[in-house]
């Protein structure tokens, strides 16, 4: 069992900046792979950022450029640096971790939202 909590969301005028930051406790040592989704209203939940064990990442074409996941192996912590928002920014930010057997995990989510 892997659990997830999420911290650092909040409200920030466009152009600004947050970083959120998932730590992970449990199995973590079965943890390959560590993810940032986001989920707007009405919308489906989308991949954000990708990172693996060897900190290889991968980025949505919405945030290239702007955001940028990084992790902490020593701290059990994934990060994710969000600058220049946007209000279409908007969203539940969930972190997601992916075991060697393919189970996933998710944490509770935290809200970002991005005033015009």
């Known amino acids: 069992q892997v659990r997830l909590v999420e911290s650092g969301g909040g409200l920030v005028q466009a152009g600004g900046s947050l970083r959120l930051s998932c730590v992970a406790s449990?199995?973590?040592?079965?943890?390959?792979?560590m993810a940032w989704y986001r989920q707007a209203p009405g919308k489906q939940r989308e991949l954000v950022a990708r990172?693996?064990?060897?900190?290889?990442?991968i980025y949505a074409d919405s945030v290239k450029g702007r955001f940028t996941i990084s992790r902490d192996n020593a701290k059990n912590t994934v990060y994710l640096q969000l600058n220049s928002l946007k209000p279409e920014d908007t969203a539940g930010y969930y972190c997601?971790?992916?075991?060697?057997?393919?189970?996933?995990?998710w944490g509770q989510g935290t809200q970002v939202t991005v005033s015009s």
């Open positions: 997601q971790a992916e075991d060697s057997g393919g189970f996933n995990y």
């Open positions: 449990g199995s973590i040592f079965s943890i390959n792979l």
């Open positions: 990172i693996s064990r060897g900190a290889n990442t």
